[in-house]
């Protein structure tokens, strides 16, 4: 049962343009949303978080946005760069004291120069 | 200021042995949190500790897997007698103690498993 659910295996954009990543979850008590972004044979790095109690939060060239009627939220990057290609997690943290988070299965982005 | 160290990066087992993962969280964090992911997968959750406790193992496979952080001393993940399917990475995370706000996990870089 995938509580978080990232529909799209990998996304290939050009440098420049906007980057967006979606994710669906099933769970209506998720009340915190984290972007985890990974490259190759590292550790996920922590990259933007939303409380439900927000519909949108930026940070740079970064920005996430929450519909929680849809139980939806994706991650926009613009402008996209090189760099940013690597994979992307979405994930949850689970209620009831133990904060464990519950991810996504990840989108490969692909910036192309 | 180190962040989630882990060692060893990379470890190879054959089958029947043992495997121990280290992780030393961040400082100032109290809170370990382990993580496995195999190929093509999102990573799933396998047991939070704090310092001396066990705190969640729901994420435990029931038999071989054992969890540990110490007073001193970094967290260990135990595997005993190891089978082709523990070939994964296992990343370890970590926060510091929640004060009435979500704490964001950091991670380490991970212990890339494979049994031979």
């Known amino acids: 049962d995938q509580q978080v659910k990232q529909n799209s295996p990998s996304l290939s954009v050009q440098e420049g343009r906007i980057s967006i990543l979606n994710c669906d979850y099933t769970?209506?008590?998720?009340?915190?949303f984290l972007w985890y972004k990974k490259y190759p044979a590292e550790g996920p790095t922590f990259l933007i978080s939303?409380?439900?109690?927000?519909d949108k939060n930026e940070d740079g060239r970064f920005t996430v946005f929450l519909n929680k009627s849809a139980k939806h939220l994706s991650l926009h990057i613009v402008p996209s760069q090189p760099g940013d290609s690597a994979v992307y997690f979405c994930?949850?943290?689970?209620?009831?004291?133990?904060?464990?988070?519950?991810f996504g299965k990840g989108t490969k982005l692909t910036v192309n120069p | 200021n180190a962040g989630v160290m882990q060692n060893p990066r990379h470890l190879v087992r054959r089958r029947g042995q043992e495997a121990r993962l280290r992780c030393s969280p961040m400082?100032?964090?109290?809170?370990v949190y382990w993580y496995r992911q195999l190929p093509e997968e999102g990573l799933k959750f396998m047991v939070y500790?704090?310092?001396?406790?066990?705190?969640?193992e729901s994420g435990m496979p029931k038999e071989r897997f054992s969890a540990e952080f110490p007073k001193e001393g970094p967290s260990i993940l135990r595997i005993q007698q190891v089978v082709r399917g523990d070939s994964a990475a296992y990343f370890c995370?970590?926060?510091?103690?929640?004060?009435?706000?979500?704490?964001?996990?950091?991670f380490g870089p991970g212990t890339r498993l494979l049994v031979l």
């Open positions: 500790l704090q310092k001396e406790n066990i705190i969640d």
């Open positions: 939303i409380s439900s109690i927000k």
């Open positions: 769970n209506s008590m998720f009340d915190y």
């Open positions: 994930a949850a943290p689970t209620q009831g004291g133990s904060e464990k988070l519950v």
């Open positions: 400082k100032g964090h109290s809170h």
């Open positions: 995370a970590s926060s510091p103690l929640a004060r009435g706000r979500r704490e964001t996990q950091y």
